[in-house]
C-alpha cells in the first residue's frame, strides 16, 4: 500500500508562499487521487483540493484564495502550492490518497494518509 510523507511546512510570514510536497512510496502515486485537507487547532479537517489520478495539475480558487496543484510523476510526488498567505491559513496539513481516481472532498473516502506538516502564517 502508498504511504505518503509531507513536508515543506514551517514559518511563513503574511503575504508570503507555500509550496508543500507529498511524496509516495510503495506504489505509484499516479494511480492514485490525492487530496489536501488542513486542521487547525479546535478545527475540523477542511478540504483545500485534490488532483485526480493521472492529472498533472489544477486550481481550486474560492474564498480562501487560490490553491495551485501539480504532479511529479518522476518523482512520485504531489505538490500544493498558495501565494499571498494570511494568517488563517496556518493549520496543520495533509495529503491523502484514494484508489477512487474521481477524488472526493471527504476525508472518509481517503484511504492513505500523510503524517501532516505545520504550517504556521505570522508576522
Known amino acids: 500500500q502508498v504511504q505518503l510523507v509531507e513536508s515543506g511546512g514551517g514559518w511563513v510570514q503574511p503575504g508570503g508562499s507555500l509550496r508543500l510536497s507529498c511524496a509516495a512510496s510503495g506504489g505509484t502515486l499516479s494511480e492514485y487521487a490525492v487530496g489536501w485537507f488542513r486542521q487547525a487547532p479546535g478545527e475540523e479537517r477542511e478540504f483545500v483540493g485534490s488532483?485526480?489520478?493521472?492529472?498533472?495539475?489544477s486550481e481550486h480558487a474560492g474564498p480562501r484564495g487560490r490553491f495551485t496543484f501539480s504532479r511529479d510523476n518522476a518523482e512520485n510526488t504531489v505538490y500544493l502550492q498558495k501565494d499571498s498567505l494570511r494568517p488563517e491559513d496556518s493549520a496543520t496539513y495533509y495529503c491523502?490518497?484514494?484508489?477512487?481516481?474521481?477524488?472526493?472532498?471527504?476525508?472518509?473516502?481517503?484511504?492513505?494518509w500523510g503524517q501532516g506538516t505545520q504550517v504556521t502564517v505570522s508576522s
Open positions: 488532483l485526480r489520478c493521472h492529472i498533472i495539475g
Open positions: 491523502a490518497a484514494t484508489t477512487n481516481c474521481a477524488s472526493s472532498i471527504l476525508p472518509k473516502d481517503y484511504n492513505y
